[in-house]
């Protein structure tokens, strides 16, 4: 067992490792070198206050603040010195070999499909056609004959189901122990800590009823004299000005006003619009308009099947393309595998199967979009009216949160543990609701896990998803989601305890879009007697 | 009351029909006795014809003013604002105010518009100020999109006027072929780098005094296909017109949504890409355009007491977010294109008919227009001339400020206390 002290200087040294490959980093020692002039620097009485102005200037320190709260957040805590990397992105054995087996079948799957076409994972466009795309970069949604999916649907789309959930074990837990105990009802049989419901209150006690919350309590007075809403205005306001990162993300637990909300997920995330990221993004274009690659078809399905059809989302058609086709040439996101239960994709250069030379990380970032990926990157649409900016703050979305929620893992935000808390949750809260959906042939985990998956996007109205959004931001956290998917059952539970089938259940449940997000959850957490 | 309501309507849509059903109202033949007749504009003209006409008794309503074309046919619309304008200018009140490229600081909201043929010449010297500017021509009494195309050369012009007048030559000596073209606005606010405009729906119950109702769930309606100001696509309706009965042709309708955005959605987007302040402006705006319109039109409105109408509002946006005043429609489609369209169309239905008739109980010409509060169901109250008045004469006592036409009674100036818009 490793001391405090040594922990924390193993986790300074790896945020100081992470910082020098930034840009930041390369930013600071430019600004240093302006400042400082080599013939000066070499005399030490001089340069010395000169470098404390460089890192006292509010700016820089921001920045590097900044840069240093995004690190802590995105890392995980650092493991013992002596463990594998394998330890660092999922502690579990079991854990391990069933994301590894489930990765394994959808590249089965994609490798097939790949067959099945006669095409390749990847190939070079040739010029004309790169000519043709780049002119119709802005409008792909239209006219797209060429794609493949029109072609007899023959692309199905990779489906992230709950049965790989269900059939997760741990080997060395004996069951037997557990006889009687209420666990059995649910589906998730795996024996995760996760939080019970004194323990949610105490992590989620800003949701408190005494506290304001922007969802119900916009127009209610605080003693500032003001409503509610025009109070966080200007306190996110100021948090702007001063380009505080930690102090955005502490807010945006009350909720961000709407017309703030672009920006301060921008700095929660401290997700930057610098020339560097527009280059960046130009370069990832320029990546999508030489390369055609077989996962685009997919992206091209999920889009057409989910977005196009929504009533929300349609609009964004063209953006959702421009986003996730450069996502998926950006080998940036690879990184996130250090801690990610997932390990991305290899496959063989054509022709050279089997010869280790000429392993290939496949797609580039190691991510197979699943039915209900562009789902993620809707929502960010109403907020951001730039591909670039848009860019950016999805990629960071997912490298924090999203991807847990399409790993196999034991994080408290993945989506093992939500759906083992959504079933806790509701099995507490209300045991004859569960018992008799359980009855009935509905496990609620069969209807939840839909919402979860997306955490909740294309399921509640817009302004209510991004009031949701904003908690998972401001708790670093995704278990609000699974608060939420128990909470819609408690609201619905009087009709639900009517209905005597899974498809009658998943009847009362199908329209999530008039619901009120923030009284649902401070509800359910705090003022139901349990 | 007594006795139920006898319906008659000529436009066969589920929305009216179950709306009436749903008030257990009974339906009746229209030569027989009735109380609320829904009609087509063209059977409202037969209603209050010279010849043909009959009166209306104090238990009988009709959804059209008599002379509603004075608003909802494109050129009249246009004259009636020109001519209000010029009236406010004689007044030399602070509403008709100029800046210094002679233009209306507050009662600019309608394209540069003509009526052709008659025009001609004035259209003439204004294209020739700006010969790169693109303009919409649009059949006067046609709606749906029809007849309707764009032109950026005097030539075209000439080409459309030799063609009507040999073929149509009759209908054009009569006025029917008569076209309006406006300037068209080639700078659209695009949202995903596509074109819409916004279908918004006002109910009026009475134009002296005027009192008009807004209803909260309109829609945006875009069009299919990337918006390119190229002129090489000036025929490719698509791109330009955002009717549903245009782009339901399409290959790329899609009949789930069918291209509408709720007005909700609009403006959670608008406030976040582009801040709270703009976004409550723009509102501010459109209510603003809405009732200038139709005081334009009051005074020459035939102000029957048997009479309300729920109009169709086309406003479009441009880039640099100022509302433009497209058309106003006297019978909005009450087509359901989707199922929240249903749904969003039976409620308009169901609000108006709670206003107009209270209690679905027969009506009552002499009612007093004044529902209360809960029975406004979605719509709110956009201008109230009676509360304005007294209003006014308040405020007039003590300051003498100018800017206090407006939506008074509505909602969004009870909360902002200085008018953002007109100030």
């Keep these: 067992v490793m001391d405090e002290g040594a922990g924390l200087s193993l986790a300074i040294a790896q945020v100081v490792r992470r910082l020098k490959a930034t840009r930041l980093h390369s930013q600071l020692e430019r600004e240093a070198k302006v400042s400082v002039p080599p013939r000066r620097a070499a005399a030490p009485h001089r340069a010395a206050p000169r470098r404390s102005s460089l890192t006292r200037s509010p700016c820089w320190e921001r920045k590097l603040q900044n840069a240093v ?47 099945e076409l006669g095409v390749p994972l990847a190939r070079k466009r040739p010029a004309p056609e790169q000519k043709e795309l780049s002119n119709k970069w802005n409008e792909m949604g239209t006219d797209e004959p060429g794609h493949l999916y029109l072609q007899g649907g023959r692309v199905h789309p990779v489906l992230c189901s709950s049965q790989v959930l269900i059939s997760l074990r741990n080997p060395n837990h004996d069951r037997s122990e557990e006889v009687g105990a209420q666990s059995q009802w649910g589906l998730i049989q795996v024996p995760l800590n996760v939080q019970d419901v004194a323990q949610m209150r105490e ?47 502490q807010y945006s637990r009350q909720g961000c006003p709407t017309g703030l909300r672009a920006e301060l997920w921008a700095l929660i995330l401290n997700s930057t619009n610098e020339p560097e990221d527009i280059l960046n993004y130009d370069q990832l274009k320029a990546g999508v308009i030489q390369y055609d690659l077989l996962v685009d078809n997919l992206i091209y399905k999920d889009v057409k099947l989910t977005a196009s059809n929504d009533d929300y989302y349609f609009v964004f058609e063209d953006f959702l393309y421009q986003v996730l086709l450069c996502f998926s040439r950006d080998t940036t996101v690879l990184e996130h595998f250090s801690y990610n239960s997932a390990t991305p994709p290899k496959s063989y250069i054509q022709g050279k199967a089997g010869e280790e030379d000429y392993v290939v990380v496949y797609p580039p970032n190691g991510v197979i979009p699943f039915h209900g990926f562009s789902m993620y990157v809707a929502p960010l649409c109403f907020l951001y009216n730039e591909p670039c900016k848009l860019y950016s703050v999805f990629k960071e979305m997912y490298i924090r949160y999203f991807f847990r929620l399409h790993s196999i893992s034991s994080s408290p935000s993945g989506i093992v543990s939500l759906c083992l808390q959504f079933e806790r949750l509701l099995q507490t809260h209300l045991p004859q609701l569960f018992y008799h959906l359980r009855e009935i042939g509905a496990q609620p985990l069969r209807i939840a896990f839909k919402w979860m998956v997306r955490a909740f996007s294309g399921y509640l109205s817009t302004d209510q998803l991004l009031l949701l959004w904003d908690r998972i931001l401001g708790y670093d956290s995704l278990e609000i989601v699974a608060v939420l998917a128990a909470a819609v059952f408690a609201f619905r539970a009087e009709n639900l305890m009517e209905v005597t089938s899974l498809s009658s259940a998943e009847a009362v449940l199908a329209d999530l879009s008039t619901l009120k997000v923030m009284p649902l959850l401070q509800i359910f957490l705090f003022a139901t007697v349990i | 009351m007594a006795g139920k309501v006898k319906w008659v309507t000529d436009i066969e849509k589920s929305v009216l029909i179950n709306n009436f059903e749903k008030r257990g109202w009974i339906q009746v033949a229209e030569k027989e006795d009735w109380n609320f007749y829904w009609m087509s504009i063209q059977t409202i003209r037969n209603v209050f014809s010279v010849d043909t006409g009959y009166r209306l008794s104090d238990d009988q309503m009709v959804n059209h003013f008599p002379n509603h074309y004075e608003l909802t046919r494109k050129d009249l619309m246009i004259k009636n604002i020109k001519r209000y304008r010029k009236e406010l200018e004689k007044e030399g009140g602070p509403l008709a105010e ?43 009494g046609k709606a749906q999109g029809k007849g309707i195309f764009l032109i950026n050369k005097l030539s075209q012009i000439k080409k459309w006027s030799r063609e009507s007048r040999t073929s149509t030559f009759l209908t054009a000596a009569s006025g029917k072929e008569a076209y309006v073209i406006s ?82 959605n609009l403006r959670l987007y608008l406030e976040s890409t582009r801040g709270k302040e703009v976004t409550s402006r723009l509102f501010d705006q459109i209510h603003w355009i809405m009732v200038q319109s139709l005081k334009a039109v009051a005074p020459v409105m035939n102000n029957d007491k048997h009479c309300f109408e729920c109009y169709g509002y086309d406003i479009i946006i441009d880039d640099k977010l100022k509302p433009w005043l497209i058309e106003v429609n006297a019978s909005p489609s009450l087509t359901s294109s989707t199922a929240n369209d249903r749904i969003l169309k039976y409620n308009l239905i169901n609000d108006t008919l709670n206003i107009v008739t209270p209690n679905a109980e027969i009506p009552d010409s002499r009612w007093n227009r004044s529902p209360p509060k809960e029975a406004l169901g979605n719509y709110v109250v956009l201008y109230d001339e009676e509360q304005a008045v007294s209003e006014n004469a308040e405020r007039d006592l003590r300051s003498r400020s100018g800017h206090s036409l407006g939506s008074k009674g509505s909602r969004s100036s009870s909360v902002r206390p200085t008018p953002a818009t007109w100030k």
């Design chain 1, 69 to 115: 709260y995004r690190e802590l957040h995105v890392l995980p805590p650092p493991g013992h010195p002596a463990a594998s990397p394998e330890h660092a992105k999922e502690p579990l054995a079991y854990m391990r070999e069933a994301q590894a087996g489930w990765e394994r079948r959808i590249l089965k799957s994609l490798n097939s499909m790949s067959t």
């Design chain 1, 203 to 249: 992590a989620f006690a800003d949701l408190a009823l005494n506290i304001g919350q922007l969802g119900i309590d916009d127009h209610t007075h605080v003693p500032a004299g003001m409503e509610l809403s025009d109070f966080l205005f200007h306190q996110h306001f100021y948090t702007l000005t001063t380009q505080d990162s930690a102090a955005a993300q």
């Design chain 2, 98 to 140: 100029k800046d210094e490229n002679g233009k209306y600081l507050y009662l600019d909201f309608v394209p540069v518009t003509f009526m052709l043929p008659a025009d001609y010449n004035l259209f003439v010297e204004e294209f020739r100020k700006s010969p790169s500017s693109t303009w919409i021509m649009k059949p006067c």
């Design chain 2, 183 to 264: 300037l068209y606005i080639d700078n659209p606010l695009l949202i995903g780098g596509k074109k819409f405009d916004l279908r918004l729906y006002v109910l009026v119950t009475t134009y002296r005094p005027l009192k008009c109702y807004l209803y909260k769930l309109g829609f945006c309606r875009f069009c299919t296909v990337k918006y390119t100001p190229s002129t090489s696509e000036l025929n490719n309706m698509f791109v330009h017109l955002t009717n549903v009965a245009i782009q339901k042709h399409g290959d790329d309708y899609n009949h789930v949504h069918g291209g509408k955005w709720t007005v909700s």
